[in-house]
């Protein structure tokens, strides 16, 4: 489905730099927990969901909403990859004007549902999958969480309904970086165990290595992770991933990087700027 990648790894670095390029120009922030969900965007769309994107609302389609929407940038990026619009509608990101608006719009091609209001993906995401097994269809939705958006009690409510209601078609990723617009996750407000909580409220949990590509495919792959109950994946992943003075730094939350440290990034990459 992607344009010339000839792998999720070429996928994923050249989503990482059009993000780095879309927020530079833009002069726009959230490049942080961009990049740590880089991997993760690109096995879903290389080899994971189920789509087509000549006809994006296609009924039988797999489901993905971005519930963390502040991470436009790359969801763009990933959907301009992979032919659901053209290259060069990532140039007016964040402009006046622009349907690439700075939290996800669905105007925009292959985006289910405009979010950045925090806690509403998935319970979005737990209606989709209520509606896919009352009428009988196969289709899967996923749902890519930020772990400083647990913080907000409406995702603790979705989790009860899904258990309850057998959505053993949804899945619930959670992009575990560990910081968040305030500090660290766990200081902000405590998470941990986190597995344990996901199992207690009736969830299968699968922990992984958010930038282990083969790990990811396995896991978001084979769903249910155990019939009848829906699929918890924790991604441990690394904020600014992939560019070494982004990562693990909060304050990426907020900047957008100058031009040279622009072409700092890219060279890390190993990308033409």
């Known amino acids: ?102 939290h996800a719009s669905h105007l925009v091609p292959g985006v289910e549902v405009s979010t950045g209001s925090l806690g509403h993906g998935l319970p979005i995401a737990v209606g989709m999958a209520l509606a896919a097994k009352r009428d009988g269809k196969d289709y899967r939705v996923f749902a890519l969480l930020g772990d400083g958006e647990l913080d907000e009690g409406s995702n603790w409510e979705a989790m009860l309904f899904a258990a309850t209601h057998d959505l053993d078609q949804l899945v619930m990723i959670v992009d ?12 902000v407000l405590r998470l941990e165990p986190l597995a344990e909580k996901f199992a207690s409220f009736g969830w299968a949990v699968v922990e992984i290595d958010g930038h282990d590509l083969a790990a990811i495919e396995r896991a978001l792959s084979q769903v249910p992770a155990e019939p009848s109950r829906p699929t918890a994946v924790i991604a441990h992943t690394v904020k600014g991933k992939g560019v070494s003075f982004m990562e693990n730094r909060m304050e990426w939350h907020y900047h957008s990087p100058n031009p040279e440290q622009l072409a700092e990034a890219f060279r890390e990459l190993g990308v033409q700027l």
């Open 1 to 102: 489905m992607t344009r010339s990648h000839a792998s999720a790894a070429a996928l994923a670095r050249a989503i990482r730099a059009d993000s780095l390029r879309m927020v530079t120009r833009s002069n726009a922030s959230h490049i942080g927990g961009c990049l740590s969900m880089a991997d993760l965007l690109s096995v879903l769309y290389f080899s994971v969901l189920r789509l087509d994107a000549t006809h994006p609302l296609l009924p039988a389609r797999d489901r993905f909403i971005l519930s963390k929407g502040h991470g436009a940038a790359i969801l763009y990026a990933v959907l301009a990859e992979c032919d659901f619009f053209p290259l060069v509608w990532l140039d007016d990101y964040c402009s006046d004007g622009s349907v690439l608006m700075g």
């Open 176 to 187: 575990r970086n560990r910081l968040q617009g305030f500090g660290e996750s766990e200081s």
